[in-house]
């Protein structure tokens, strides 16, 4: 039957007639596979210094195609990216551009939170689709219920962006109230001054320190969490 011969062959087989590593050798990721996990997780209390953190990170990176969720029109206020009045006008101005073309926009969220969720859903949808990319998303605990999100688009991008060349940012007050998938799958997480003992307790999981170092946090302090490791360091030196 050709079920039982396609299972006859080894999966070694299978690789060496797709060009794959000879026998004997070790296979190594090769093309999107080779892509580093960019979803950085962005935390702390309003004024802790969120945006400015990303702001300076867009400055630094300089990412040719953007778009950010831009829950409070800060980053289309202070010229990060172009504001478009609806998702429809978000989605021509992407797809106009191919696979290579530069965009820099921002999409205000309005209307009822249910509207809004499906507006997330739909940009956070198109972002991975378009690939190649830089997504920010302020204020995600706005799109989130009970500490989960709903937005396939979301999941998508969090957990399979790394191969479509996707350099996400994740910003939020409360961690507490975003979805676990988004900490869980962070190559970056940072944060700053956190006002509730839930949201403390969650973030010091992570940094493996106690919840009280993150609620006594001084002014514009941080910590950051990487594979690499954990370190402290302040804003404002
Ligand atoms: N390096 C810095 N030196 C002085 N003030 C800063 C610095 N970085 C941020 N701030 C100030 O801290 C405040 C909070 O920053 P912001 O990024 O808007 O916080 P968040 O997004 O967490 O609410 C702003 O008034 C900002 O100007
Ligand atoms: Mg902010």
Redesign the pocket.
């Given at each position: 039957m050709p079920v039982s011969s396609t299972r006859k062959k080894s999966a070694s087989q299978t690789s060496r007639s797709k060009g794959g590593a000879p026998a004997g050798s070790r296979a190594k990721p090769t093309g999107k596979r080779a892509r580093k996990l960019d979803v950085n997780v962005?935390m702390?209390?309003?004024?802790?210094?969120?945006?400015?953190?990303?702001?300076n990170e867009i400055d630094r990176l300089k990412p040719s195609r953007l778009i950010v969720w831009d829950a409070k029109g800060?980053f289309a206020d202070e010229g990060y990216a172009q504001t478009v009045g609806s998702v429809a006008e978000l989605v021509r101005v992407v797809v106009a551009a191919g696979p290579s073309g530069a965009f820099k926009v921002a999409y205000r969220p309005k209307g009822t939170p249910a509207q809004v969720r499906r507006a997330f859903d739909l940009i956070a949808t198109l972002a991975f689709e378009a690939k190649n990319l830089t997504f920010v998303a302020e204020e995600l605990s706005e799109v989130c219920q009970g500490g989960q999100s709903d937005s396939a688009g979301w999941r998508k991008c969090i957990t399979q962006g790394r191969t479509e060349g996707l350099t996400i940012y994740a910003?939020s007050?409360r961690p507490a109230l975003i979805d676990k998938n988004t900490l869980g799958n962070a190559s970056l997480t940072r944060c700053?001054l956190l006002d509730w003992l839930p949201d403390a307790k969650l973030m010091a999981q992570k940094f493996r320190c106690k919840p009280e170092e993150l609620l006594d946090m001084p002014?514009?302090a941080f910590i950051q969490h990487t594979r690499g490791g954990i370190t402290r360091g302040s804003?404002?030196s």
């Amino acid at each position: 039957m050709p079920v039982s011969s396609t299972r006859k062959k080894s999966a070694s087989q299978t690789s060496r007639s797709k060009g794959g590593a000879p026998a004997g050798s070790r296979a190594k990721p090769t093309g999107k596979r080779a892509r580093k996990l960019d979803v950085n997780v962005v935390m702390g209390a309003s004024g802790s210094g969120k945006t400015t953190y990303v702001m300076n990170e867009i400055d630094r990176l300089k990412p040719s195609r953007l778009i950010v969720w831009d829950a409070k029109g800060e980053f289309a206020d202070e010229g990060y990216a172009q504001t478009v009045g609806s998702v429809a006008e978000l989605v021509r101005v992407v797809v106009a551009a191919g696979p290579s073309g530069a965009f820099k926009v921002a999409y205000r969220p309005k209307g009822t939170p249910a509207q809004v969720r499906r507006a997330f859903d739909l940009i956070a949808t198109l972002a991975f689709e378009a690939k190649n990319l830089t997504f920010v998303a302020e204020e995600l605990s706005e799109v989130c219920q009970g500490g989960q999100s709903d937005s396939a688009g979301w999941r998508k991008c969090i957990t399979q962006g790394r191969t479509e060349g996707l350099t996400i940012y994740a910003l939020s007050q409360r961690p507490a109230l975003i979805d676990k998938n988004t900490l869980g799958n962070a190559s970056l997480t940072r944060c700053g001054l956190l006002d509730w003992l839930p949201d403390a307790k969650l973030m010091a999981q992570k940094f493996r320190c106690k919840p009280e170092e993150l609620l006594d946090m001084p002014e514009l302090a941080f910590i950051q969490h990487t594979r690499g490791g954990i370190t402290r360091g302040s804003m404002l030196s």
